[in-house]
């Protein structure tokens, strides 16, 4: 279910592009200014529930040795495993990154595919890594839910929703498209820097003013 929230869009962005003005940009904002889909793809499979220091780090160490499908495709998978350690699921992570890289050199000619259902039929790629490829890696407006984006969207009330899936689909509707794209990173430097999952520091977040905070208990 969608709700209309008290909080115009262009405000929120606003205050969301001050606090990201004020830090370091996250691992894929950085990795998306190479304007490389690969390894825009491989970085997303290797930031799955790993910090994002760990994330730049493997990311780094895996394009200094490969970078393109056909060189991370010929890497065994130990090698790819090594070299993204200490990534969360690192050994999971090293076959999917190596099946993802045969099938981009065998079925698509190497390069990425500019398409959602293609990219959801590749290994270990789900809808918010798809479309964070979609929106940074070939500027097709798609929102990327993951995390951040769906806990601070609930606790706003831009959206009342259960799943990242709901989310994405009623964000759409509460979102102009022109933030589709840029929101992912926006909240997710938010949501690293003040909405924190436990305990939030709305004491000192610029939002406070107008958010309604569904669902916080706790805060400081
Ligand atoms: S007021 Fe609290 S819950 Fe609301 S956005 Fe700010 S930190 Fe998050």
Redesign the pocket.
Known sequence: MTIRSAINPAWLVRHLERVRESVRPTTLAEVEKKRDPFRLLVACVISLRTKDAVTAEASARLFAVARTPEGVAALPEGRIAKLIFPAGFYNTKARQIRAIARRLTEEHGTAVPADREALLALPGVGRKTANLVLGLGFAIPAICVDTHVHR?SN??GLVATRTPEQTEHALEKVLPRRYWIDINDLLVT?GQQ???PTS???SS????GR????G?TR?R
């Open positions: 601070i606790r706003l938010f003040i909405c924190h939030p520091k709305c977040c610029p939002l406070a958010c309604p905070r569904i916080v805060s």
